[in-house]
């Protein structure tokens, strides 16, 4: 209940009058006082903060006495459109944005979109500058309502409700997009095939950074989807393009594809930024093992340190190995290189005087004995010689022009002493 106008103040009296109005109410109450009073010249202007100042201010302004602005206020409902028809929009941003794709259908005179303040504006627009309405099959925009243009504004929303609800698609069909993370690509693949995928082109002047407004873009974008068929036209090709029929039920899969294939590759793209680092030596070493068994470096990594874990948990061992289970790793691998034992061979040099001097009869001695130090004639342990201990001590010998000399001096110091024995 409004409350009645006191006669002591005019401005008390309109604000208490305006501030009893709904954001809705008011705009009609602005609308209908320039329609009436200053043939609508001006657009009706949004101001989200201010609205209401502007209608006192107008109100204050007109010269008018209160019975005349009390009777202004009670004769707007009968030229609006109530709100009953304009609800299912009104305060949805999701069939705001279908909505404005349709307009878009027919019109290319609509603003661009790129927030919630967008969104208002354009429904703003809609409902007092511009107004619908249908004829032909076709929805014109017809400019400021009038008492004979209100009823053509009301049946035109209310066929695109019901063409709406018919059309809205199950958010439980497109449950992959509660993650974030999938809104995000779902929404940059639609803009990706916004050239080649004709259905797509009405809505190219409107874009989001808002997660959230990005969510409600792409469910609009599918509610509208069938929106040629519901609308009455029998060739949908007329709309999307010769050879351009997939269904939606095509589309949110191709989708749903697209968002696992961006997932996959950002847990790659993760994996291999917060890689373990390892020395260069190690590196050249799993590209090794890597080629050596036909896998992939990652799959050389996850089983080296999967055997290790699982030897080290069942087997009770200390060892000073920084990597204690690496032989157990490597004792599997081919012996692509050389062995030991080849290695030391190519070490002693075929044919150097080493060998012609063991060949000597006039050198042979009787290994078995001890042997007596030249220097200070004590007993020394009798020593085989090994493989491996006569490579070694070829490191020590003199360049090869000194061998002979060498042997020589040795051959004499040692028959001199087994003759002293």
């Known amino acids: 209940m409004r409350p009645k106008l006191d006669s002591n103040d005019n401005r008390s009296l309109i604000e208490k009058l305006v501030m009893s109005f709904s954001e809705y109410e008011t705009y009609w109450h602005i609308y209908n006082y320039r329609m009436s009073y200053e043939g609508f010249k001006d657009p009706v202007p949004r101001e989200p903060k201010f609205y209401k100042d502007i209608l006192v201010e107008l109100l ?10 009390e009777a202004l206020l009670k004769n707007t409902p009968r030229i609006l459109t109530p709100f009953q028809y304009v609800g299912w929009f009104y305060k ?3 069939a ?5 794709i349709v307009c878009n259908r027919f019109t290319n005179d609509m603003p661009p979109i790129s927030n919630k303040s967008d969104i208002r504006n354009f429904l703003h627009d809609l409902i007092y500058n511009s107004n619908i309405a249908i004829r032909n099959n076709a929805i014109n925009f017809i400019g400021p309502v009038s008492k004979q243009r209100k009823l053509d504004s009301i049946e035109s929303f209310k066929r695109l409700e019901k063409i709406y609800i018919k059309s809205k698609i199950d958010k439980r069909s497109v449950a992959f997009l509660r993650d974030n993370k999938n809104v995000e690509h779902a929404y ?16 190219q002047d409107i874009s989001f950074d808002s997660t ?21 036209r029998n060739n949908f090709a007329q709309l999307n393009g010769e050879g351009d029929e997939q269904t939606r039920e095509d589309f949110i899969k191709k989708i749903k594809d697209a968002c696992n294939s961006k997932n996959s ?10 890689g373990l680092e390892l020395t260069k030596q190690n590196k050249e070493n799993l590209r090794y093992l890597a080629k050596s068994y036909g896998k992939t470096q990652q799959d050389i990594l996850n089983e080296l340190v999967g055997s290790a874990y699982n030897q080290t948990r069942n087997q009770e061992i200390q060892l000073n190995s920084s990597f204690p289970n690496q032989d157990a790793f490597f ?18 040099p075929k044919g150097n005087m080493l060998n012609d001097y063991k060949e000597e009869p006039s050198r042979s ?32 010998f003199l360049p090869e022009e000194n061998y002979g000399k060498q042997i020589e001096d040795a051959g004499n110091v040692n028959t001199d002493s087994y003759h002293k024995l």
């Open 60 to 69: 204050e302004n007109s010269g008018k006495s209160k019975r005349e602005i």
């Open 92 to 94: 949805d941003d999701r």
């Open 96 to 100: 705001s944005l279908w909505l404005k």
């Open 188 to 203: 940059n693949y639609i803009k990706d095939k916004m050239p080649t995928v004709l259905i797509l082109k009405y809505t």
């Open 212 to 232: 959230s407004d990005k969510l409600n873009y792409i469910l609009a974008v599918l509610d509208y989807w069938n929106f040629e068929k519901l609308w009455g």
């Open 265 to 274: 590759r950002d847990r790659a793209k993760k994996l291999k930024q917060t």
């Open 331 to 348: 004792d599997g691998i081919l012996q692509m290189q050389p062995s030991s034992s080849q290695s030391e061979d190519k070490l002693i």
């Open 365 to 396: 001695y009787n290994t078995e004995s001890s042997i007596t130090s030249v220097c200070d004639n004590e007993k020394l342990p009798t020593v085989t010689p090994t493989p491996k201990q006569e490579a070694s001590s070829l490191q020590t």
